[in-house]
T-cell receptor, first 115, second 112 residues
Framework: DTEVTQTPKHLVMGMTNKKSLKCEQHMGHRAMYWYKQKAKKPPELMFV???????INESVPSRFSPECPNSSLLNLHLHALQPEDSALYLCASGRTGSGIGETQYFGPGTRLLVL | EDQVTQSPEALRLQEGESSSLNCSYT??????LFWYRQDPGKGPEFLFT???AGEEKEKERLKATLTKKESFLHITAPKPEDSATYLC?????????????FGQGTILTVHP
């Protein structure tokens, strides 16, 4: 089973709101990723967690705050977003903590609209 | 800098008309090349991982191959349900941990 789940499926928020995206996997994977995907573009990496520790932050603005409470859960806290942050937010997981040459399995995504 | 280029950008086929999608790359030390299928508004669905030149993998109507400079995704006798965007991505020695470099994708449309 290679299932990654994400909630909610859709989210509409104002620029002053605080919201969170949730990602869950029960495959025992040790690496988890957040990606952002704009329309007609490939996914762009935002954050990588390895063994529940943040290992990569791709210079993401501080209005996006990731959290990895345990090895199965990954959250993305959103605050004071801008309309240009509207996108499909994807979570992915990888089996080992190294990430090297490793297949990443993606969730269905959360479609975010910032008004 | 690692680069991935996919061609064509869009491909229209008739049902049953076989064809190939191309993913050419320049990297410093390939660690893995990945093919994904993505339907509109959904997350990428994993298809294949290739690690070394000469490697081939098959799944139903799809076959992926790898050389030192490019990968092909061959689609045999496609059906309308094969319509999707196909993404090629790679992980290479010149990039940071686990980071995938994606191509721009090929939009495949299969007409009945």
């Amino acid at each position: 089973d290679t299932e990654v789940t994400q909630t909610p499926k859709h989210l509409v928020m104002g620029m002053t709101n605080k919201k969170s995206l949730k990602c869950e996997q029960h495959m025992g994977h040790r690496a988890m990723y957040w990606y952002k995907q704009k329309a007609k573009k490939p996914p762009e990496l935002m954050f990588v967690y390895s063994y529940e520790k943040l290992s990569i932050n791709e210079s993401v603005p501080s209005r996006f705050s990731p959290e990895c409470p345990n090895s199965s859960l990954l959250n993305l806290h959103l605050h004071a977003l801008q309309p240009e942050d509207s996108a499909l937010y994807l979570c992915a997981s990888g089996r080992t903590g190294s990430g090297i040459g490793e297949t990443q399995y993606f969730g269905p995504g959360t479609r975010l609209l910032v008004l | 800098e690692d680069q991935v280029t996919q061609s064509p950008e869009a491909l229209r086929l008739q049902e049953g008309e076989s064809s190939s999608l191309n993913c050419s790359y320049t990297v410093s030390g390939l660690r893995g090349l990945f093919w994904y299928r993505q339907d509109p508004g959904k997350g990428p669905e994993f298809l294949f991982t290739l690690y070394s030149a000469g490697e081939e993998k098959e799944k139903e109507r799809l076959k992926a191959t790898l050389t030192k400079k490019e990968s092909f995704l061959h689609i045999t006798a496609p059906k309308p349900e094969d319509s999707a965007t196909y993404l090629c991505a790679l992980n290479a020695g010149g990039t940071s941990y686990g980071k995938l470099t994606f191509g721009q994708g090929t939009i495949l449309t299969v007409h009945p």
